[in-house]
């Protein structure tokens, strides 16, 4: 049905008018001469923030180790190896020789050579003895290497140059790997190392054609990828100089969420402005004046986007472990820096080079010009006729293709191991095979038992009747407590060995004496105790961060209805895109996921799905308090529609691009993040809150009452335009 709509007067909305800070900064980041200072502050920020940015990856730190609780069994005994044992800053490297036919006396004679090149040029402690399988096909070393918390090099380094004794003059056919705690180190090391180029150059591909399909300008795209280019650099400056001096963990995947991040959510912002900057060029004249309301009508929206998703992920730093403490601090970084980029040097940079940069499109001013009746023959008009006439049913059908997907969570699978963890063969889960094939599968990661010396005998006995445990022996003892090592009969990362570890746990807490005191350390009680640590923060942080996100929308709206809604229509969108990614991930033959991959998705698809909430609802309210609460939740849908689902595919893009990094992980994150968008984008956003908010009504602002201050004598004057709205 036809019906009439108010259309705001906006003449009378000039930013002369306009008052308080939101005015004044508007003013500022687009003035005609203010304009030329925000860029020098700006190209200032930038030449120190570029060179800072290219030494982020000196200063991650991928050790598993530093990322565990302090309270870990595991992380004390790290602790007590470096107290008493000198074990400070050292990973254990694993060198396997195998040969198929049997180890001949020249391959014995190289294992020889190599231990005593090992020990005298690179190894920072002991070289065992090389031990020998039963059935003569394999051998193998194993000793510490020097590792620096702030320095990966140091580390990846060490085993560089034992790659290079070893495989150097071995015989023909002796297959030789390097395995261990050193080994997986330096292969992450290797997967990360380089991509930071790659990465950024394939998300700002990405986005520039995305854009350029967008505006359909050969000029345009080109300056919002230049300001988000520049956010990102600033942005890893920033972290790099908190990682250097204040203690910021970052690890490789912190450092590349973060160049994600910024891309994504940078174009997002700068989508929103320049769809508002578009408008107003239309009704008026001076392009400052039009920035100058585009930035004062998008920045509350995009004030509210930028603290959601920034206070949401500081909630992390009240996580347990290490690495997700570290990961607030880089991710609300990136977006503060980012924020502030779209909405000062965008705006600047648009003002100083004008309209022109809109070709072959340029907006020119037009009188009585009304974005929504431009639209109304569009898409997103038929899309918002579509709701009006069936919100009942959009908003049931809506639903159910939601819990439908959400039942795919049933496949869920957590407990990755570390042959699972990459996407290409890589010489530490080769070795690990090898070993397993030719000894105990633990023998690459021994357990590490630290018991109080008085203790060490009964501990000794305790261990070895546990079963899982192939064997156990004493090493040393030094500062009152003796080192115990222990190989378990499974790999060190299967649950299996994760099994063992608690058993011993459970045998030594009940043993007599001092032995009681005893801590399991070593790869499997780190592995277990991060899982652990990972469920109690999924316990933790995941109210926390739903609680943050409702007192943001609360704040944002005015209203206490519709953040409940909202906030549960996420949830539900959450649970959908864990379901469809756990079948995807079956499909792809990926099944198992690292259990953090749950926190970090629902951070970012709770803070981001609200994300395009806020700009959706800011706006439909912003045109109730108009036309009315039905006539405003369609007007809202159609006016922005376009632009924030060019958003969201463009965030779900650049999300993909994660997939390029060759680790399970990152492939995992990045197509969970980019489903959950989609699925927000086009669904919840676009369908299910705009026919629930029709089918509440006014009510969805309780206790605000926007619809009634259309009538008030301080509302806009209103002319008409035409528009299908539905019954």
Same mark, same amino acid.
């Given at each position: 049905?036809?019906?009439?709509?108010?259309?705001?007067?906006?003449?009378?909305?000039?930013?002369?008018?306009?008052?308080?800070?939101?005015?004044? *900064?508007?003013?500022?980041?687009?003035?005609?001469?203010?304009?030329?200072?925000?860029?020098?502050?700006?190209?200032?920020?930038?030449?120190?923030?570029?060179?800072?940015?290219?030494?982020?990856?000196?200063?991650?730190?991928?050790?598993?180790?530093?990322?565990?609780?302090?309270?870990?069994?595991?992380?004390?005994?790290?602790?007590?190896?470096?107290?008493?044992?000198?074990?400070?800053?050292?990973?254990?490297?694993?060198?396997?020789?195998?040969?198929? #036919?049997?180890?001949?006396?020249?391959?014995?004679?190289?294992?020889?050579?190599?231990?005593?090149?090992?020990?005298?040029?690179?190894?920072?402690?002991?070289?065992?003895?090389?031990?020998?399988?039963?059935?003569?096909?394999?051998?193998?070393?194993?000793?510490?290497?020097?590792?620096?918390?702030?320095?990966?090099?140091?580390?990846?380094?060490?085993?560089?140059?034992?790659?290079?004794?070893?495989?150097?003059?071995?015989?023909?056919?002796?297959?030789?790997?390097?395995?261990?705690?050193?080994?997986?180190?330096?292969?992450?090391?290797?997967?990360?190392?380089?991509?930071?180029?790659?990465?950024?150059?394939?998300?700002?591909?990405?986005?520039?054609?995305?854009?350029? !399909?967008?505006?359909?300008?050969?000029?345009?795209?080109?300056?919002?990828?230049?300001?988000?280019?520049?956010?990102?650099?600033?942005?890893?400056?920033?972290?790099?100089?908190?990682?250097?001096?204040?203690?910021? +963990?970052?690890?490789?995947?912190?450092?590349?969420?973060?160049?994600?991040?910024?891309?994504?959510?940078?174009?997002? *912002?700068?989508?929103?402005?320049?769809?508002?900057?578009?408008?107003?060029?239309?009704?008026?004249?001076?392009?400052?004046?039009?920035?100058?309301?585009?930035?004062?009508?998008?920045?509350?929206?995009?004030?509210?986007?930028?603290?959601?998703?920034?206070?949401?992920?500081?909630?992390?730093?009240?996580? /347990?472990?290490? /690495?997700?403490?570290?990961?607030?601090?880089?991710?609300?970084?990136?977006?503060?820096?980012?924020?502030?980029?779209?909405?000062?040097?965008?705006?600047?940079?648009?003002?100083?080079?004008?309209?022109?940069?809109?070709?072959?499109?340029?907006?020119?001013?037009?009188?009585?010009?009304?974005?929504?009746?431009?639209?109304?023959?569009?898409?997103?008009?038929?899309?918002?006729?579509?709701?009006?006439?069936?919100?009942?049913?959009?908003?049931?059908?809506?639903?159910?293709?939601?819990?439908?997907?959400?039942?795919?969570?049933?496949?869920?699978?957590?407990?990755?191991?570390?042959?699972?963890?990459?996407?290409? /063969?890589?010489?530490?889960?080769?070795?690990?095979?090898?070993?397993?094939?030719?000894?105990?599968? #633990?023998?690459?990661?021994?357990?590490?038992? *630290?018991?109080?010396?008085?203790?060490?005998?009964?501990?000794?006995?305790?261990?070895?009747?546990?079963?899982?445990?192939?064997?156990?022996?004493?090493?040393?003892?030094?500062?009152?407590?003796?080192?115990?090592?222990?190989?378990?009969?499974?790999?060190?990362?299967?649950?299996?060995?994760?099994?063992?570890?608690?058993?011993?746990?459970?045998?030594?807490?009940?043993?007599?004496?001092?032995?009681?005191?005893?801590?399991?350390?070593?790869?499997?009680?780190?592995?277990?105790?991060? /899982?652990?640590?990972?469920?109690?923060?999924?316990?933790?942080?995941?109210?926390?961060? +739903?609680?943050?996100?409702?007192?943001?929308?609360?704040?944002?709206?005015?209203?206490?209805?519709?953040?409940?809604?909202?906030?549960?229509?996420?949830?539900?969108?959450?649970?959908?895109?864990?379901?469809?990614?756990?079948?995807?991930?079956?499909?792809?033959?990926?099944?198992?996921?690292?259990? #953090?991959?749950?926190?970090?998705?629902?951070?970012?698809?709770?803070?981001?799905?609200?994300?395009?909430?806020?700009?959706?609802?800011?706006?439909?309210?912003?045109?109730?308090?108009?036309?009315?609460?039905?006539?405003?939740?369609?007007?809202? +849908?159609?006016?922005?529609?376009?632009?924030?689902?060019?958003?969201?595919?463009?965030?779900?893009?650049?999300?993909?691009?994660?997939?390029?990094?060759?680790?399970?992980?990152?492939?995992?994150?990045?197509?969970?993040?980019?489903?959950?968008?989609?699925?927000?984008?086009? !669904?919840?956003?676009?369908?299910?809150?705009?026919?629930?908010?029709?089918?509440?009504?006014?009510?969805?602002?309780?206790?605000?009452?926007?619809?009634?201050?259309?009538? !008030?004598?301080?509302?806009?004057?209103?002319?008409?335009?035409?528009?299908?709205?539905?019954?």
């Amino acid at each position: 049905m036809t019906t009439l709509r108010r259309r705001p007067d906006t003449h009378s909305d000039s930013p002369g008018a306009a008052a308080g800070f939101l005015a004044r *900064y508007a003013r500022m980041v687009s003035g005609r001469r203010s304009k030329w200072a925000v860029l020098l502050i700006w190209l200032v920020l930038i030449s120190a923030g570029g060179s800072l940015a290219a030494k982020l990856g000196d200063v991650q730190d991928n050790d598993p180790e530093t990322w565990l609780p302090s309270s870990a069994q595991s992380t004390q005994a790290v602790a007590l190896a470096e107290k008493h044992f000198a074990d400070k800053d050292s990973s254990t490297a694993v060198i396997i020789y195998a040969r198929g #036919g049997g180890l001949t006396d020249a391959d014995r004679d190289k294992i020889a050579a190599d231990r005593t090149a090992l020990q005298d040029d690179i190894a920072v402690g002991d070289v065992a003895k090389p031990q020998v399988s039963d059935d003569n096909k394999a051998a193998f070393l194993s000793y510490p290497l020097r590792t620096s918390p702030s320095d990966n090099a140091v580390l990846t380094d060490a085993v560089a140059d034992s790659e290079d004794i070893v495989k150097k003059d071995a015989p023909d056919g002796l297959d030789i790997r390097i395995a261990g705690e050193a080994g997986s180190v330096r292969d992450f090391a290797e997967v990360y190392s380089g991509m930071d180029g790659a990465l950024l150059g394939a998300a700002l591909g990405v986005v520039a054609l995305l854009l350029l !399909l967008t505006y359909r300008s050969p000029v345009l795209w080109i300056v919002p990828l230049l300001t988000v280019f520049l956010a990102s650099q600033v942005a890893s400056g920033v972290v790099y100089l908190l990682a250097k001096n204040a203690g910021l +963990l970052v690890n490789g995947l912190s450092a590349y969420i973060l160049m994600i991040l910024c891309v994504g959510v940078g174009t997002d *912002y700068a989508l929103l402005l320049i769809a508002r900057y578009r408008e107003e060029l239309h009704r008026h004249e001076d392009r400052h004046e039009a920035m100058q309301i585009a930035v004062r009508r998008s920045l509350p929206a995009l004030a509210a986007s930028a603290a959601t998703v920034g206070v949401a992920t500081l909630c992390l730093v009240f996580g /347990s472990m290490n /690495s997700t403490q570290g990961l607030g601090p880089v991710v609300a970084i990136g977006i503060a820096v980012v924020f502030l980029a779209m909405t000062s040097l965008l705006p600047a940079l648009l003002v100083i080079l004008g309209r022109w940069t809109f070709w072959p499109f340029v907006p020119r001013h037009t009188p009585g010009y009304d974005a929504s009746a431009e639209k109304e023959h569009g898409t997103w008009a038929r899309v918002a006729g579509a709701v009006g006439r069936r919100p009942r049913v959009i908003w049931a059908a809506s639903i159910g293709v939601l819990a439908v997907l959400a039942l795919g969570t049933t496949t869920v699978e957590t407990g990755q191991t570390q042959a699972e963890q990459f996407t290409k /063969s890589v010489d530490s889960v080769e070795g690990q095979h090898l070993l397993a094939k030719h000894f105990p599968a #633990g023998s690459s990661a021994p357990a590490d038992i *630290y018991v109080p010396a008085a203790g060490a005998d009964t501990a000794l006995r305790t261990v070895q009747d546990v079963p899982g445990v192939e064997s156990a022996a004493s090493q040393r003892t030094a500062g009152g407590w003796t080192h115990l090592t222990a190989v378990f009969e499974d790999a060190p990362d299967s649950a299996a060995a994760k099994d063992t570890v608690e058993r011993m746990r459970t045998a030594l807490d009940k043993a007599e004496g001092e032995s009681a005191e005893a801590v399991v350390g070593g790869q499997t009680a780190i592995v277990l105790d991060t /899982s652990d640590a990972q469920k109690d923060e999924e316990m933790l942080l995941i109210p926390l961060i +739903l609680a943050v996100v409702f007192l943001m929308l609360v704040l944002v709206l005015r209203a206490v209805v519709a953040p409940l809604v909202l906030l549960a229509s996420v949830v539900v969108s959450f649970a959908s895109a864990v379901g469809a990614a756990s079948l995807l991930f079956h499909a792809i033959d990926y099944p198992r996921i690292d259990r #953090g991959l749950l926190l970090i998705g629902f951070l970012f698809l709770v803070a981001l799905g609200v994300d395009y909430t806020i700009f959706l609802m800011a706006r439909v309210r912003e045109e109730v308090k108009l036309r009315g609460h039905r006539e405003g939740t369609l007007t809202g +849908l159609t006016v922005t529609g376009g632009v924030i689902t060019s958003a969201g595919v463009v965030l779900a893009a650049t999300f993909c691009v994660l997939a390029a990094i060759p680790t399970v992980n990152s492939l995992q994150q990045g197509l969970l993040i980019a489903i959950g968008i989609l699925l927000d984008t086009f !669904l919840v956003r676009s369908l299910l809150i705009p026919a629930l908010s029709l089918s509440i009504g006014p009510r969805i602002w309780r206790p605000g009452h926007p619809e009634d201050e259309a009538s !008030l004598p301080s509302a806009r004057p209103a002319q008409t335009a035409r528009v299908d709205v539905g019954t």
